[in-house]
């Protein structure tokens, strides 16, 4: 993972004739990557564990940039845990810091809903809740139809999961790192 990351920060630090106002002011579609990390606390019968999962995913988005100086975001995603998954639908608001011609830097806050369903599970094993965060991350406007991202979000919830055996998890927050490739039409 460590030498993809290396990889690619040389080619994003690369890029050239691209310029950040190229993609403002234009509706664009993503893919993303998802690497994410979830705190869950488990209480069985009063006795408390925490426990923190990582897993793997993928998100589709759409973004919409106001001025060269905001964008308006929708994503869905769907990431994979060994005995869980979490799929999510939020939007966000980004503003956005031009760095260079070349790049941009964006921080922001997102609102949405969350669902945590366990592996081989009933109805009761599964959670809907709402979720809120903040994210932050770079942009890097490789032509007019391509760019590429790199962030990171912390995301607060409260995916409480009642289980058939009695016991009872709650999903609190779900920090995530993400790489995507944004085009136009």
């Known amino acids: 993972?460590?030498?993809?990351?290396?990889?690619?920060?040389?080619?994003?630090?690369?890029v050239h004739g691209a310029r950040a106002d190229s993609g403002f002011d234009q509706l664009l579609t993503g893919v993303a990557l998802i690497s994410q990390q979830a705190n869950i606390e488990i209480d069985d019968a009063g006795t408390i564990t925490q426990l923190s999962e990582n897993g793997t995913g993928f998100g589709i988005y759409t973004d919409k940039y106001l001025n060269g100086e905001y964008r308006l975001s929708g994503i869905i995603s769907f990431v994979d845990y060994t005995d869980f998954y979490v799929m999510s639908a939020a939007a966000s608001a980004d503003y956005l810091m031009p760095i260079t011609a070349q790049y941009a830097g964006f921080m922001g806050a997102g609102?949405?809903?969350s669902s945590q369903n366990y592996s081989n599970s009933s109805v009761s094993e599964s959670a809907l809740a709402m979720s809120y965060g903040v994210q932050l991350g770079m942009i890097a406007f490789v032509s007019n139809q391509l760019m590429l991202e790199v962030g990171y979000r912390l995301r607060a919830t409260d995916l409480?999961?009642?289980?058939?055996?009695?016991k009872t998890g709650t999903l609190d927050e779900i920090t995530e790192s993400y790489l995507s490739i944004i085009f136009t039409f």
């Open 1 to 14: 993972m460590l030498r993809f990351i290396l990889l690619l920060s040389l080619f994003v630090i690369s």
């Open 111 to 113: 609102l949405g809903l």
């Open 160 to 166: 409480k999961t009642e289980f058939l055996s009695g």
